[in-house]
Nanobody, 129 residues
Framework: QVHLVESGGGSVQAGGSLRLSCAASGYPFSSMCIRWFRQTPGKGREAVASIYTGGSRTDYADSVKYRFTISQDNAKNTVYLRMNSLEPEDTGMYYC??????????????????????WGQGTQVTVSS
């Protein structure tokens, strides 16, 4: 059972930065996909960025590409999401989720929410204009 704990959310002005953390435990860290999702009032839950911890392969939603960076720290079993140039549209609850099944077969990250077995409790990000 993978246990995920997010932290790092907060309130910032547009143009500011935040770094979210997703600490994982209960499963070998180098054998999973971690994806950040966000839930926003108008759009529902959308995929933001992912990393396959076994090879550091990453992908990003078009809306955050070149502004957000996902990375991993193997020593701390933690995945980070660095968010720069934040916009009010980035406001929402951010969740990290882990997949240990599909990524083990494909060595890549699935995209759909249903493909992720483990979820954190979320951390709120609010960006004011």
């Amino acid at each position: 059972q993978v246990h995920l704990v997010e932290s790092g959310g907060g309130s910032v002005q547009a143009g500011g930065s935040l770094r979210l953390s997703c600490a994982a435990s209960g499963y070998p860290f180098s054998s999973m996909c971690i994806r950040w999702f966000r839930q926003t009032p108008g759009k529902g839950r959308e995929a933001v960025a992912s990393i396959y911890t076994g090879g550091s392969r990453t992908d990003y939603a078009d809306s955050v590409k070149y502004r957000f960076t996902i990375s991993q720290d193997n020593a701390k079993n933690t995945v980070y999401l660095r968010m720069n140039s934040l916009e009010p549209e980035d406001t929402g609850m951010y969740y990290c989720a882990a997949d240990t099944i599909h990524s083990a077969l494909t060595l890549n990250c699935p995209r759909g929410q249903a493909d992720f077995q483990h979820w954190g409790q979320g951390t709120q990000v609010t960006v004011s204009s």
